[in-house]
């Protein structure tokens, strides 16, 4: 039988190459969309195989690595593929942002300020933030070589009309360098301004989609809005139980089934940090009051 | 006549100098005008720098059509060196290359003779490596764009002299365009396409 | 006090353990041999080959062992693994003309050069459960014949001999054919592309948009030219060596669908092709593939493509099943982050809808 072997970070080089290759064009043209050949990983598509595969073009022995799923090191798809470089690549890995050189996540960007030394790989289910307005690969492809956004613009407003707010929550668009709009991932809306002007590099993959895009560091990147409706990043509106921050993105718990709620940090190494630097919350359920914070 | 055998050699560590020559690659591309230091040795041909020999072993394979200037193309030195380490096809047609070398500047081609991509796929284009003699003396230049927070300022001495106002065909064809890369020596600088060049004189 | 879960590491690895366990059954029920699996579940390692797109039956017996009987798993298992592996090459164009047919069976003739073949088949046996399977079963020996591929040649060259269907499309020498593992897939793809989706895409979607051309969407007037399946070379021209090294046999099955005629005022009138392709013997896979090939070459032929099954983007882009799976089960990773921002949405549009529906005095009264 032919018994497996794999190359460190499990990629054979041909293909680290041509991911390689497609992630320098990503950095030229920030928020294009740069088809490459994805290639079957040993995880489902939908589960990260995009992120997975920019991480494993990029990753060295000198990297420290950071996966975190719904902001949180410990969901079991963050365990999965943190333990997967461990692995493949024997890299060092951390649940501390700042002490992480390459961070790979879903759903969400860190609390903590990304630094100059720093990637952030966000892994990408539907890269093309106008397929849901138009299916076709031919036509959203034209619609971004023409800039021609109208169609995203009149979505919007239209959500407008029918229940006064912009309707997206999450996977909220954003222009980048003022030229393409790009879907952030389905990161919520709250991390959108986190983007913006970011010293860290961003880079995006999607596995089963077969597209890479980045954003350069220190790029401006905006969030799509109009004049009378600005955009607003959600938050609910109470400190975290555990560790008392009052701007962190929270995860609503479910206490009982009377209604009990209390709010925590969805960025636990961030909560974390905070509990052992002597903060604390209320540890009980938060008053039940919300607004659009920021 | 080299033979194989007498070819200066490829990366020791074809793996790990690979992933780190792309890594100080790829933070030239993601901060223009930033100088980074490619640290894996590896034998360089002709007139081949030690840095672009890197790069060359890094981003080349059978995939990327290869556009060599007339001093290389010139070195069968370069070309078996090529053949062997890399597979790339060397093309005469720049306007398909994925890279193009080019080890003297003052012949650099008129940049539309490379390809600039299209529209729908402004990927699709050349990334320009060029050999220059220093990349930490010689004009200073102000740098602004995607990758810089505020202005970069990057001494250098670069033939063509005229590069950067060459290079600002890209302002125009955003998003095609050309992007280059800088080496001297083991010293690597990205201007893509995004990055704004001004000159600041001598 | 509340404490956030942890201990995901510990689950997952207990997890696997279940799984192990599970897969292994009752351990004082014999253990099913990867020998069993390539001889007594012979379709089901042919399909794992065809859509996980490597032919090797040991390692497909062990990813149908290793997936439980789930085949779409078990293709996944096998793609991983041919993801890994290097290339050294393309071979040479299989001859399915000079292949060692062991079944062929024509249905646009009564008889054909060579005779209708019909092999081992489940066609005309009756659907009903075998108690005599169950256990201890011997099977009687089967009468058979020599064969060669000199006697047996294809039906559609016959009908191509006389011009009545379009000639198969030759490539030219030294083209590369596309490999849309190798390269990211644009649209409008090339018939190669498209046929490398179909040959991987899965069996019941092919089936599904299939049987949708036959009920009208789409119709394109199929006949079975030939379905064969048997041996056929590989061939590997190594260009040290210069000349074809054969690598080997490999069973397949080929259907080759006429269909609906083309003919234009400088064109003489003739059938159209469709054609499917797999490893091992897979005919409604093959025959499905054929129909939607045909139905994809709808743009190709000047015909209207109003039908699923006639547009290219939504077929290759579904066709998946290892894309698709791993993409519907991923609903069921955690999505509490987005699915907050959308609850907080939802409530904040729910209190706007109470306020302003509420009545009039309550509305002066907050004003």
């Known amino acids: 039988m032919n018994a497996p072997a794999y190359n460190f970070a499990y990629l054979d080089e041909q293909t680290k190459r041509m991911i390689r290759r497609a992630i320098l064009k990503a950095i030229a043209i920030p928020g294009y969309q740069v088809p490459f050949a994805s290639r079957e990983m040993p995880m489902p598509y939908g589960w990260g195989t995009g992120g997975v595969q920019v991480t494993a073009a990029i990753l060295g022995p000198q990297d420290v690595l950071k996966v975190i799923d719904q902001g949180s090191d410990d969901t079991t798809n963050a365990i999965s593929i943190r333990k997967f470089f461990a692995k493949t690549a024997g890299v060092a890995t951390t649940t501390a942002t700042d002490e992480a050189t390459v961070i790979q996540t879903r759903h969400r960007i860190p609390e903590t300020a990304l630094h100059e030394n720093q990637v952030l790989v966000y892994q990408v289910p539907i890269p093309e933030p106008l397929r849901f307005l138009e299916p076709r690969e031919t036509e959203t492809r034209r619609m971004h070589a023409l800039a021609e956004y109208g169609l995203m613009h009149v979505k919007l407003y239209e959500d407008i009309a029918r229940f006064g707010h912009i309707a997206t929550a999450y996977a909220y668009p954003v222009k980048v360098n003022a030229r393409y709009v790009m879907d952030p991932s389905p990161t919520p809306k709250f991390d959108n301004p986190k983007m913006d002007n970011c010293p860290a590099l961003q880079l995006f993959g999607a596995g089963r989609e077969k597209r890479i895009y980045a954003i350069p560091p220190y790029t401006q990147v905006v969030s799509l809005d109009f004049e009378d409706h600005p955009f607003e990043p959600y938050r609910f509106n109470a400190p975290c139980a555990l560790c008392g921050a009052e701007n962190s993105y929270l995860d609503e718990i479910v206490t009982d089934d009377k209604g009990g709620r209390m709010f925590v940090?969805?960025?636990?190494?961030?909560?974390?940090?905070?509990?052992?630097?002597?903060?604390?919350?209320?540890?009980?359920?938060?008053?039940?009051?919300?607004?659009?914070?920021? | 006549m080299t033979t194989i055998a007498e070819l200066p050699p490829g990366f020791a560590d074809k793996v790990l100098s690979a992933q780190s020559t792309f890594r100080s690659v790829m933070d030239a591309m993601a901060r223009p005008g930033s100088v980074q230091r490619i640290v894996p040795m590896a034998g360089a041909p002709g007139m081949m720098m030690r840095g672009t020999a890197a790069i060359a072993l890094t981003l080349f394979d059978h995939d990327t059509p290869l556009w060599l200037d007339a001093r290389m193309a010139e070195s069968s030195d370069v070309l078996k060196w090529l053949k062997f380490h890399t597979g790339a096809p060397v093309v005469q047609d720049s306007s398909i290359a994925s890279f193009a070398l080019i080890s003297d500047g003052g012949a650099l081609p008129s940049l539309e003779r490379f390809a600039l991509g299209t529209s729908e796929y402004p990927d699709r284009s050349t990334t320009v490596i060029i050999q220059v003699d220093s990349l930490n003396s010689g004009r200073s230049f102000e740098l602004r764009g995607p990758g810089i927070d505020g202005v970069a300022s990057l001494?250098?001495?670069?033939?063509?002299?005229?590069?950067?106002?060459?290079?600002?065909?890209?302002?125009?064809?955003?998003?095609?365009?050309?992007d280059v890369v800088l080496v001297a020596d083991d010293a690597v600088v990205a201007i893509p396409r995004t990055t704004r060049v001004v000159s600041k004189g001598s | 006090m509340y404490v956030a879960v942890k201990g995901g590491e510990r689950a997952i690895e207990n997890a696997h353990r279940l799984l192990a366990n599970a897969r292994r059954g009752d351990q004082s029920v014999a253990e099913v041999t990867l020998d069993q699996i390539s001889e007594q579940l012979g379709l089901a390692v042919d399909r794992v080959m065809s859509e996980g797109s490597l032919y090797d039956r040991e390692l497909a017996a062990l990813a149908i062992k290793q997936a439980r009987g789930d085949l779409i798993e078990a293709i996944f298992l096998v793609r991983a693994f041919r993801a890994t592996l290097p290339r050294f090459g393309t071979s040479e164009p299989v001859d399915t003309g000079a292949m060692l047919v062991q079944r062929r069976v024509s249905a646009t003739f009564k008889d054909i050069p060579g005779g209708q073949i019909l092999g081992p088949t489940f066609d005309y046996t009756h659907r009903l459960l075998d108690p005599s399977l169950a256990e201890g079963f011997v099977p009687e020996t089967p009468a058979t014949a020599e064969t060669s591929a000199a006697l047996t040649p294809?039906?559609?060259?016959?009908?191509?001999?006389?011009?009545?269907?379009?000639?198969?499309?030759?490539?030219?020498?030294?083209?590369?054919?596309?490999?849309?593992?190798?390269?990211?897939?644009?649209?409008?793809?090339?018939?190669?592309?498209?046929?490398?989706?179909?040959?991987?895409?899965?069996?019941?979607?092919?089936?599904?948009?299939?049987?949708?051309?036959?009920?009208?969407?789409?119709?394109?007037?199929?006949?079975?030219?030939?379905?064969?399946?048997?041996?056929?070379?590989?061939?590997?021209?190594?260009?040290?060596?210069?000349?074809?090294?054969?690598?080997g046999a490999i069973e397949l099955t080929e259907c080759q669908m006429v269909n609906q005629f083309k003919g234009s005022a400088t064109e003489a009138p003739c059938f159209t092709r469709g054609y499917g392709l797999a490893f091992g013997q897979s005919e409604r896979k093959t025959m499905s593939m054929a129909l939607v090939d045909r139905a994809l070459r709808a743009r190709e032929l000047g015909e209207e493509a109003l039908a699923p099954a006639q547009d290219e983007e939504f077929v290759m882009s579904h066709s998946d099943n290892v894309q698709a799976t791993g993409f519907v089960e991923h609903l069921k990773l955690p999505h509490y982050v987005d699915f907050q921002s959308e609850l907080g949405l939802l409530r904040k549009l729910r209190k706007e809808f109470a306020e302003a529906n509420a009545p009039d005095a309550m509305k002066e009264a907050a004003e």
Not at chain 2, 161 to 177: K, Q, S, V
Not at chain 3, 195 to 201: M, P
């Open chain 3, 154 to 247: 294809r039906v559609t060259d016959i009908l191509g001999r006389d011009g009545l269907i379009e000639s198969s499309p030759e490539a030219e020498d030294g083209a590369s054919v596309g490999d849309l593992t190798r390269e990211p897939l644009n649209f409008p793809a090339d018939r190669d592309l498209r046929l490398q989706n179909l040959a991987r895409g899965d069996e019941g979607f092919l089936l599904a948009m299939g049987y949708s051309t036959q009920r009208g969407y789409g119709r394109n007037h199929p006949f079975v030219g030939e379905i064969r399946f048997g041996e056929v070379e590989v061939e590997f021209a190594a260009e040290d060596v210069g000349f074809a090294v054969p690598l």
């Open chain 2, 155 to 178: 001494e250098a001495s670069i033939k063509p002299f005229d590069l950067f106002e060459r290079l600002r065909f890209n302002e125009a064809l955003f998003p095609r365009g050309i």
């Open chain 1, 265 to 294: 940090c969805s960025d636990t190494d961030y909560c974390e940090g905070r509990q052992a630097a002597g903060h604390h919350g209320s540890l009980s359920a938060a008053p039940y009051k919300e607004k659009a914070h920021g």
